[in-house]
């Protein structure tokens, strides 16, 4: 049973709790129980203790017991005392929230282009500007327009590969010549960054079990995330290797590296170690996101290695296809 159930007798000793109850308590799976008063010590949870073992039935009620949320019902027993059955609701509270924070990262991420284009819009229509002004405040709107884009672009990906709809369509895919179309099509960046692309393929990892779409998205966001914080003529190294169970695949650059203590939230959406820099440099926040889901959908897991200072090293582990 996924609740926890609970049996006390008139006074609330406890008379059998079920094994979900105990590990929902905090419990061992044997060994004594202490009396109900004292499993539920917050205020709100007693007085539910209280009304079950004075034989009113309880229906639905919330309790938040701190490091989880439980929904409560009771019923009295014939005999004196109550059942307790408790479901627990950490895990929906702890989903609401991170939808609520992504609601509000999301309008914030708007908004601030949003402001700007109609700031300047209005501004060209209200004022009379001379031609390289209006010129100025126009590549101002596009770029604002732009990064709206971006973003919306972003989110769009990411919620078709979240809705579970998407999956790879996998074949033997040859990394090193999607590597080198990845980055051919952010060739003017990085010529304007003089950043150059190295290969370092290993023996027995030039292919991947991969969808070709979905590596060439990878390894894209990677190289971008790469040329962004990379100071000019950096180097960029795709590199591949066999792995006990796969091919891991990385792109390793030498740039700005990340602070130690972002580096575990780095793949979580909109998680950005300088938000201002990444804005600036025209990313969303929404890069790696999207390379962990795209890559966890092949089966496969992400990690990054990074030194301030001393370049930073993301690796995606491709499993190999079953036999
Ligand atoms: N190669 C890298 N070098 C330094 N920092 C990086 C690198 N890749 C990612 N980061 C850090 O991780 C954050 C999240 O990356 P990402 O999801 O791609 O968002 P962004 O749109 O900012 O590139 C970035 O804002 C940056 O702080
Ligand atoms: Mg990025």
Redesign the pocket.
């Known amino acids: 049973m996924v609740e926890g159930v609970i049996a006390a007798d008139g006074r609330g000793r406890i008379v059998t709790a079920n094994p979900a109850a105990r590990r929902l308590l905090g419990y061992r799976a044997s060994g004594p129980l202490p009396d109900l008063a004292e499993l539920f010590r917050v205020k709100a949870a007693r007085e539910v203790v209280d009304a079950a073992l004075r034989g009113e039935p309880v229906q639905d009620r919330q309790l938040d017991m701190g490091e989880r949320v439980f929904l409560v019902n009771a019923r009295p027993l014939p005999t004196g005392g109550a059942v307790l059955v408790l479901h627990d609701l950490t895990e929906l509270r702890r989903l609401e929230a991170v939808r609520r924070d992504f609601v509000a990262n999301v309008s914030h991420e708007l908004k601030t282009p949003l402001t700007s284009i109609s700031g300047y819009a209005e501004t060209l229509l209200g004022d009379a500007t001379d031609a390289e002004t209006t010129h100025r405040f126009l590549g101002t709107i596009l770029s604002n327009a732009r990064r709206m884009q971006r973003l919306v672009d972003d989110l769009l990906d990411l919620s078709r590969i979240e809705s579970g709809r998407w999956q790879p369509t996998l074949s033997e895919v040859d990394v090193a010549a999607v590597a080198r179309e990845s980055w051919a099509a952010l060739a003017a960046r990085a010529a304007a960054h003089g950043v150059e692309l190295a290969l370092d393929i290993g023996s027995g990892a030039e292919r991947v079990a991969a969808d070709p779409d979905a590596l060439r998205q990878v390894l894209t ?2 190289m ?3 040329l ?3 100071p000019a003529g950096g180097r960029v190294i795709c590199m591949t290797k066999r792995v006990e169970d796969g091919v891991a695949v990385g ?1 390793h ?1 030498d ?4 602070p130690r203590e ?1 580096l575990p939230r ?2 979580e ?7 201002s ?3 600036e ?11 962990k889901h795209l890559v966890e959908a092949h089966g496969g897991r992400v990690s ?1 290695e ?1 030194e301030r200072g001393s ?2 090293t ?1 690796t995606c582990v491709f499993p190999d296809p079953p036999a």
């Not at 740039?255 to 990340?258: A, E, K, P, R, T």
């Not at 440099?281 to 390379?291: P, S």
């Open positions: 966001n990677l971008e995330n790469s962004r914080y990379t792109i650059d740039g700005l590296g990340i972002h780095i793949f959406r909109f998680y950005r170690a300088d938000a820099r990444s804005r440099e025209g990313g969303t926040g929404l890069g790696l996101a999207i390379v990054a990074s370049g930073t993301v």
